[in-house]
Nanobody
Framework: QVRLVEFGGGSVEAGGSLTLSCEAS????????MAWFRQSPGKERELVAT???????RYADPVKGRFTISKDNAKNTLYLQMNSLKLDDTAIYYC?????????????????WGQGTQVTVSS
């Protein structure tokens, strides 16, 4: 059984930093695509960043230059380093995984999801 568990959410002031982690069990992150999505109240879930089986990364425009996605295959863990946080970054952040090597933007391409972790940015 595949399980993804996010850690590291919390409250931070604008301009601050947080690091999210996603521990996988029953699933080897190795050469597979993983992603971070987020969802704010009243909005659809949106893609934040992806990392494919070769470690290549992509970012949504709103987070480019501020967020960094990475993974540690030995620890079977995905990370999201978030710097220069803005009020608009407030959301529930979800870790997602697919059986595929390449990454797609559509939510439907991700078979496995974590329960989400709340990130709240205040002024």
């Amino acid at each position: 059984q595949v399980r993804l568990v996010e850690f590291g959410g919390g409250s931070v002031e604008a301009g601050g930093s947080l690091t999210l982690s996603c521990e996988a069990s029953g699933y080897t992150i190795g050469r597979r695509c993983m992603a971070w999505f987020r969802q704010s109240p009243g909005k659809e879930r949106e893609l934040v960043a992806t990392i494919d089986g070769d470690g290549r990364t992509r970012y949504a425009d709103p987070v480019k230059g501020r967020f960094t996605i990475s993974k540690d295959n030995a620890k079977n863990t995905l990370y999201l380093q978030m710097n220069s946080l803005k009020l608009d970054d407030t959301a529930i952040y979800y870790c997602a995984a697919t059986k595929l090597w390449f990454c797609a933007d559509n939510l439907s391409n991700y078979e496995y999801w974590g329960q989400g972790t709340q990130v709240t940015v205040s002024s």
